[in-house]
């Protein structure tokens, strides 16, 4: 039988036990649910540094200044205290940055670590983002007329332009043959206007690949007559451009509110296939893709007849079995993701 001292001595012992227990316990706790905060936290700041990296992507090749400016501005907007940006050229056939990275900070927020001597830590992540253009699009929103090189420069996005000439003197003014299926692919097998006329209605052919570096015949006249027949393409839809098109007021790349708006369409971008120049060949000569322009057409033989009045747009586009490739700064149809 213990005597009463024993006993007291057991009891304290067991508090005392108890006692470390449960402070492990608590610290245990604690560092769960701080682990718990820091992970939430970092997540938040992966989705800041994805998101400023996709913002900042989408200005590039051709703004990088403007691209670093809304890197930071979308990291701080989603959390971050700041933001790191760097730029770099991962393809050697783009025209000038293609790659973006964003490392964003921001300091994280201990609980009960502290209680333990533990005191603040900062949370560091980072994203990397590609542009690309298509280098190859098979759809049939493709419109058998072409923009040659400097003309689609000129012109730039989100102005209307004439994307083909009508003029009855004769003449390349715009006007291209596209291969289709239903003549092996070969561009050069579908002759005369009546064959134009079904690429313009969109309804007739399937339209095959078509890539940059391919060549394909231009068509010479005003084709005023074979030209209406962009009123079957687009039947009667009355959708103004800010109807299916949000420009970014920052330059950027514009939203589509509504991709199957029959007024959108894919247009080549062409030089001379002989010279290279940017200039239409004489005659039945032919022209060579260099790149592809996304455009919404505004109306057609006004005001002259065969002629197609258009608004080229940069955006975000997705062409199943389409080819990415080098980001062109003359393209529209480009392409963003996260690569890191």
Known sequence: MLRPSACRRERGQAAILTIVCLTTLIGMV?????????RSERGHMQNAADAAALAAASYLPDLPARADSIAHDTA???GASSADVTF????????????VTVRTHAPGTPYFAKLFGIGGFDINTSATALAQSY?????????????MRDDAQSYGFGQQFPAKLGDSSGGNFGAIQLPVEQAGCDPFALNGA????SLMAGNVYDVCDVSVGETLPAKPGAMAGPTDDLSIRIGS?????????????????????DPSCPRIV????????SSGASSWPSGSGNVRVIAFALVYIVDWNTPSPGQVNAIMIQT?????????GGVNSGSGTQHVKLVG
């Open 30 to 38: 604690a560092l769960v649910i701080d682990v718990g905060v820091w």
């Open 76 to 78: 701080i907007a989603n």
């Open 88 to 99: 770099d050229q991962t393809d050697p056939t783009s025209t000038g940055y293609d790659t």
């Open 135 to 147: 280098v190859t699009i098979k759809s049939n929103s493709m419109a058998p007329i072409a923009l």
């Open 194 to 197: 009546g064959a134009w006329k």
């Open 237 to 257: 839809d009355t959708h103004g451009f800010f109807d299916v098109v949000q420009p970014d007021p920052n330059g950027g790349f514009s939203k589509l509110i």
């Open 266 to 273: 894919v247009m080549p971008i062409v030089v001379n296939a």
């Open 316 to 324: 975000y586009t997705s062409y199943p079995g389409g080819v990415l």
